[in-house]
């Protein structure tokens, strides 16, 4: 199961950011939070992921809170190729775990 | 290659009938996972590979379903005796080594027909 919480959808102008919150309240200490996206009838691309530290790539930032129950995926400058549905997944640090997704919160980027 | 393979990309099978999904990882990845996507829904986990062994079997869906890993490279999955409700996008994964500090870089996937 999996152990996120994210709005089912979410609505963003294109040229604005796009901020998408996660709820991750019973996150241990050793796991991970990991942002993947999945464009129509394509394989999940990863974003980011982060630990505890605010995180940015060429793709997105990644802010998580001080006590680390939620988090949230900011696109800077979002444009209408960002129309997806975006998953906030936490993982587990050792061991062989997979990802486990949830349902995600689909973004529209509008014009 | 460049990134995560996965053939055929389409595949239309009749009910009863056997079906095997290829996945070609990215070159040095040791860890595999395979997922299936219903349509409308979320990725379901299936079953992961750490070289060619499958420590997690746990999401297989029935007897129906296997999957193999040879030589720490390719993977196939089988599905016998396909139902209707068999019928889904099945993505494969990889990445460098197992553990919540690396990414995962998914394929194309395949998508499934059972009529």
């Given at each position: 199961?999996?152990?996120?919480t994210?709005?089912?959808?979410?609505?963003?102008?294109?040229?604005?950011?796009?901020?998408l919150?996660c709820?991750?309240?019973?996150?241990s200490?050793?796991?991970?939070?990991?942002?993947?996206r999945?464009?129509?009838?394509q394989?999940?691309?990863?974003?980011?992921?982060?630990l505890?530290n605010?995180e940015?790539?060429?793709?997105?930032?990644?802010?998580i809170?001080?006590?680390?129950?939620?988090?949230?995926?900011?696109?800077?400058?979002?444009?209408?190729?960002?129309?997806?549905?975006?998953?906030?997944?936490?993982?587990?640090?050792?061991?062989?775990?997979?990802?486990v997704?949830?349902?995600?919160t689909?973004?529209?980027?509008?014009a | 290659?460049?990134?995560?393979?996965?053939s055929p990309?389409?595949k239309?099978?009749?009910?009863?009938k056997d079906?095997e999904?290829?996945?070609?990882?990215?070159?040095?990845h040791?860890?595999l996972?395979?997922?299936?996507?219903?349509l409308?829904?979320?990725?379901e986990?299936?079953?992961?590979?750490?070289?060619n062994?499958?420590?997690?079997k746990s999401?297989?869906?029935?007897?129906?379903?296997?999957a193999?890993?040879?030589g720490g490279s390719?993977?196939t999955?089988?599905?016998?005796r396909?139902?209707?409700?068999?019928?889904?996008?099945y993505?494969?994964?990889?990445?460098?080594?197992?553990g919540?500090?690396?990414e995962a870089?998914?394929?194309?996937?395949?998508?499934?027909?059972?009529?």
């Amino acid at each position: 199961d999996a152990k996120t919480t994210q709005p089912p959808s979410m609505d963003c102008a294109e040229g604005r950011a796009a901020n998408l919150p996660c709820n991750h309240s019973t996150i241990s200490g050793n796991e991970y939070v990991y942002w993947y996206r999945q464009i129509h009838s394509q394989g999940p691309q990863y974003i980011i992921h982060g630990l505890k530290n605010n995180e940015t790539n060429e793709m997105a930032s990644l802010i998580i809170t001080e006590d680390r129950k939620s988090s949230t995926l900011i696109l800077p400058h979002a444009t209408l190729r960002d129309t997806a549905v975006y998953y906030c997944i936490v993982r587990v640090a050792t061991g062989n775990t997979p990802l486990v997704f949830g349902k995600g919160t689909r973004l529209s980027v509008i014009a | 290659g460049a990134g995560v393979s996965q053939s055929p990309s389409n595949k239309v099978t009749e009910k009863g009938k056997d079906v095997e999904l290829r996945c070609d990882p990215i070159s040095g990845h040791t860890a595999l996972y395979w997922y299936r996507q219903s349509l409308g829904q979320g990725l379901e986990f299936l079953i992961y590979f750490q070289g060619n062994s499958a420590p997690d079997k746990s999401g297989l869906p029935s007897d129906r379903f296997s999957a193999e890993r040879t030589g720490g490279s390719v993977s196939t999955l089988t599905i016998q005796r396909t139902q209707q409700e068999d019928s889904a996008v099945y993505l494969c994964a990889s990445s460098p080594k197992s553990g919540g500090n690396t990414e995962a870089f998914f394929g194309q996937g395949t998508r499934l027909t059972v009529v």
